[in-house]
């Protein structure tokens, strides 16, 4: 099927998501769509599948101009997507999933089984998309749940499917078998709009690239006429450097020593299993690992945010596996938490205020139980200009700025204070290139003067960009402590569980739903 | 080109985190925290109006000679828009006249110099209903601003005003030490009610909204037990009636010995300032405000939440136990069963109405009390009932407390009013 976008704007308030945007996908093609956050993909994405509708602009499927009024529209027309975030029931089987709202049934109203089985099966069979159909869809790992997202999508007849950043919870072996998927699906004439903002990916399976930078579109290329570095300044408009900038690194003494910590979750299921690692001054331990492998509670152990239900956590050389958040903040720990909205940030005060947010109530930001507003503004006036953050003001609210200021304001106020061990989780999550630049280029400094520091990232290149040592996390277990050098294809693997002797240990464990993204 | 990237790029993720944030499951701290910060004197002042505009349809429809008038429409118009416009206009004088004074009054006390009590009247008494209300109304709306729904405000009061008159009428020092007594022991048997609720959602998590629920009942009916036995019950009565407090721990007139306008006034704007002071410049409020904004982002900054728990409804415990001891010290004298009224839950609707800023409350009492003491005198003076002025007040908050819908008959533009916010609060 044959796709094109013309013209489409579309406006919030003063804000233009997408201005003009022209777009057109042929059929049998895998068309890529670069760019960073708020470049306005996902706005785009959401005009044509009928949830929002454009100001202006037409779009045309083989020619023929159509509106969608609602996502269902869409779908009649055969356009799938596939969200980032997976709408599927967890308890359900995959059968269920994929025939759900359009269930066929026996004569007296009763789900045919038999038939939901069957249809899944002649679809998997023709695209290589290996399912059970009746598996429980909670039970599967990331990347086949969202090969039923894909199989949903092609019970529909979709013959356009976007995917929106759907390598974002994937393994590099995961994202690889899903392009052999989209190239199969464009083999057989259908459509694929791709989303992402990972150059890699894009240059790997795409046939065209459009790229997009403030709701405009920059310009369409194809792989073989471009590089990473040109894609990378047409998305932020100028040159980037895309390596990280650091001397090797000169470990000293152990800060941080994890012993055998495990932590079970709500259900009372191991999420952190008997894991034990150290981190030394002037060193970064990246962690790295799928979303969901038990990450985030040894992020919120160290912090001091979950009850931890055997090992210890010794900071400095004491012991602090049952010290209180506050006493671990006051210990030197800086943490930069995962998601900075939910839990990092009040976004609905001041960034004056979210500045001294674990310091407000000691000198010199209050004294008597009074804070001292004078020293508060001057205090956040100095921060605004050496951290680079871009407000008219610090009474400026937070939810005003960027996503990229508002993790400098939470780098700000983390560094601020002197630090002994920084804890950061998905730093540069959603932040645009010249963010991430700056957020690492501060981590690193902050090695450098002798922090020790801890990387939590699911970004492959984010952790072999910044760690010196990378620790693989599989189901809540260290799989292995590698250097860098040991190359993605290793630290891939491990990611999946599998070690040397070259078996997989089963499908992770989802511990946590993928964090929101933009 | 990198600035204009900036400025633009900047607003963009701010956009889609609103939409993503709107699915999100919203938390009751959230939504007070919106009523905090959306458009306030607009909304309120639409608010006000569409109070006053529904008030006077309902007199048209309810007043048997207004009705009368437009069944003459056609024959008489002139009548009808006579009649109706004076029964209207009569019925708000006299709600403005009763709660705040009529002119020509003021205008001969003003020539003659006599009658000042007659003038003043109005407004002394109008002054004496606002203040119990004002704190409660703080307490309340304290307890919002950091995410507690503290409804337990009759409950507090009554365990206020219960404390206050046993140290009333139990000894009987010279007033100097008699009535920062009866302050104290208010503010303390709020602060007894107020801390089981928090001390309960501190230690095992259950709802403050179910548990001061239940200790307005618990409250109520020890009232009428205390009230119906010694000490509390008054010699030589069979009804359930409170002693009458010594004289030394009634609050002093400010104006004067026929205005009944007393110290409780002073105590419910020195409340307001601490009150404000606590939220602008105390470490205590400021941390009250970021659990009440955001307990996820409270917790990592390592501020304590239990602690924040059971120190806020401990302090809206108090305010509220003084709103009690305000009305009994200042006013009533005596307990009697079911007392308060409606205050406690009047205070709440005070604090949504000053969107939980003390100004606001301040203001929103004194409308309150207003409405309330010139109802009053429009039934008794035109007929119409004083359930026209709660039907004010309730529509009121409910534009206020849903300015999607100012928005919607008043066809704002530009205006921050989160709309459909209110429903996401209260499914939360």
Redesign the interface.
């Known amino acids: 099927m044959k796709l094109e976008l013309s013209g489409i704007t579309k406006t919030?308030?003063?804000?233009?998501?997408d201005d003009h945007v022209d777009l057109s996908v042929e059929p049998g093609e895998i068309h890529a769509l670069l760019g960073?956050?708020?470049?306005?993909k996902?706005t785009l994405m959401n005009v044509l599948f009928g949830l929002m509708h454009p100001d202006s602009g037409e779009i045309a499927l083989d020619g023929e101009v159509l509106q969608f009024p609602h996502p269902g529209a869409a779908v009649r027309h055969g356009i799938g997507m596939v969200h980032q975030h997976f709408m599927l029931v967890p308890v359900f089987t995959v059968a269920e999933n994929v025939v759900l709202g359009f269930e066929p049934t026996h004569r007296f109203g009763l789900l045919d089984r038999r038939k939901a089985r069957a249809e899944i099966r002649r679809i998997s069979e023709e695209f290589g998309l290996e399912v059970d159909p009746d598996a429980v869809v909670e039970e599967l790992p990331v990347g086949v749940q969202q090969r039923v997202e894909i199989l949903k999508a092609l019970s529909r007849d979709a013959q356009l499917l976007i995917l929106d950043e759907p390598t974002s919870v994937l393994t590099p072996q995961e994202t690889e078998a899903l392009f052999e998927i989209m190239r199969s699906l464009a083999a057989s004439g259908r459509s694929i709009l791709f989303i992402t903002h990972k150059l890699k990916e894009v240059l790997a399976v795409a046939d065209r690239i459009t790229v997009m930078?403030?709701?405009a579109v920059i310009g369409t290329t194809t792989p073989q006429t471009t590089t990473e570095s040109e894609l990378a300044s047409m998305m932020?408009?100028?040159s980037v450097e895309l390596v990280v900038r650091k001397e090797p690194a000169r470990p000293k003494d152990v800060v941080l020593a994890v012993e055998d910590l495990t932590v079970e979750d709500l259900r009372g299921l191991t999420v952190v299993d008997h894991t034990s690692f150290d981190v030394r001054a002037g060193e970064i331990l990246a962690l790295a690992g799928v979303q969901g492998n038990g990450q985030t509670e040894i992020e919120e152990a160290l912090?001091g945010?979950v009850e931890v239900v055997a090992g210890k956590v010794v900071l400095l050389g004491r012991d602090v596996t049952h010290a209180?958040?506050?006493?671990?903040?006051?210990a030197g720990v800086a943490?930069i938490?995962e998601d900075r909205?939910?839990?990092?940030?009040?976004?609905?005060?001041t960034i004056a205020?979210n500045l001294i947010?674990?310091v407000?109530?000691v000198a010199p930001h209050?004294r008597f139980?009074?804070?001292k507003?004078g020293e508060i503004k001057r205090s956040g006036d100095e921060k605004l200009r050496d951290f680079d953050i871009?407000a008219n003001s610090i009474d400026m609210l937070v939810?005003?700025?960027?996503?990229g200021?508002q993790q400098k304001v939470i780098v700000a106020r983390e560094l601020s204070r002197p630090t002994t061990l920084l804890v950061a989780a998905q730093p540069t999550r959603?932040l645009?290139v010249?963010s991430i630049e700056y957020v690492h280029r501060r981590i690193v400094e902050e090695r450098d003067r002798g922090a020790a520091v801890l990387i939590i990232s699911s970004e492959l290149d984010e952790v072999l960009a910044l760690g010196d040592r990378i620790a693989v996390i599989y189901r809540g277990r260290i799989m292995d402590i590698v250097d860098p050098s040991v190359g993605r294809e290793k630290i891939g693997l491990l990611m999946a569980g599998v070690t040397d002797d070259g078996r997989g240990t089963g499908p992770p464990i989802v511990t946590t739903a993928p964090g929101?993204g933009? | 080109m990198s600035d204009a990237g900036i400025t633009v790029g900047a607003a963009a993720p701010a956009a889609g985190e609103r939409t993503a944030s709107a699915h999100a499951p919203r938390q009751w701290g959230r939504f007070f925290h919106w009523m905090v910060e959306a458009n306030v004197v607009m909304v309120t002042a639409l608010a006000i109006f569409s109070g006053l505009f529904v008030g006077a349809i309902l007199i048209i429809v309810t007043q048997p000679n207004v009705l009368h008038a437009w069944a003459g429409l056609f024959s008489h118009p002139g009548t009808t828009v006579s009649v109706t416009f004076f029964t209207v206009g009569d019925a708000y004088r006299d709600l403005f006249t009763g709660s705040l004074g009529d002119p020509f009054v003021f205008g001969h006390a003003i020539r003659t110099g006599q009658g000042w009590t007659q003038a003043l009247t109005p407004i002394s008494e109008t002054l004496l209903y606002a203040s119990p209300l004002c704190l409660a109304g703080l307490g309340v709306g304290l307890g919002f601003r950091t995410g507690m729904f503290n409804i337990g405000g009759q409950g507090q009061l009554i365990g206020g005003a219960m404390a206050a008159s046993y140290v009333g009428f139990e000894i009987n020092p010279p007033a100097i030490i008699h009535i920062p007594l009866c302050i104290l022991a208010g503010f303390a048997g709020g602060v007894v009610v107020g801390f089981v609720p928090g001390f309960l959602k501190a230690r095992t998590g259950a709802h403050e909204v179910i548990v001061t629920i239940m200790l307005n009942y618990v409250m109520l009916n020890l009232l009428v037990l205390a009230l119906t036995t010694q000490p509390f019950q008054q010699p030589g009565q069979q009804n359930a009636v409170g002693r009458t407090i010594f004289g030394g721990a009634q609050l002093p007139r400010i104006f004067g010995h026929n205005l009944r306008v007393n110290l409780g006034v002073l105590i419910a704007v020195a409340c307001a300032l601490g009150v404000s002071w606590l939220l602008r410049r105390g470490t205590l409020g400021f941390g009250f405000r970021v659990v009440g904004a955001n307990p996820n982002a409270a917790r990592v900054a390592g501020i304590n939440i239990r602690r924040a728990t059971i120190l806020v409804l401990v302090i809206s415990g108090g305010l509220c136990g003084l709103a009690g001891m305000t009305s009994l010290c200042g006013a009533d004298y005596f307990l009697s069963s079911g007392y308060g009224g409606t205050v406690g839950f009047d205070c709440i609707t005070v604090a949504l109405l000053g969107r939980n800023r003390p100004i606001g409350i301040v203001l929103g009492s004194l409308l309150f009390a207003a409405l309330n003491v010139g109802g009053r005198y429009m039934q008794a003076s035109t007929g119409i009932p004083l359930d026209l002025a709660s039907v004010i007040q309730a529509i009121i908050v409910f534009f206020v407390a849903t300015p999607g819908l100012v928005n919607e008959v008043y066809r704002l533009r530009g205006m921050n009013v989160g709309q459909g916010l209110l429903t996401r609060g209260w499914a939360a």
Not at chain 1, 36 to 40: H, K, L, M, P, V
Not at chain 1, 341 to 349: A, C, F, H, P, T
Not at chain 1, 399 to 403: A, E, H, K, M
Request: hydrophobic share 40%; glycine share 16%.
């Open positions: 919030f308030g003063s804000l233009v998501a960073e956050n708020g470049a306005g996902t930078r403030l709701g932020v408009g100028r912090c945010l209180t958040p506050r006493a671990r903040l006051r943490h938490p909205v939910r839990d990092g940030l009040v976004v609905s005060m205020d947010l674990d407000f109530d209050a139980g009074a804070r507003l871009r939810s005003t700025l960027s996503g200021n959603g645009d010249g929101v933009a």
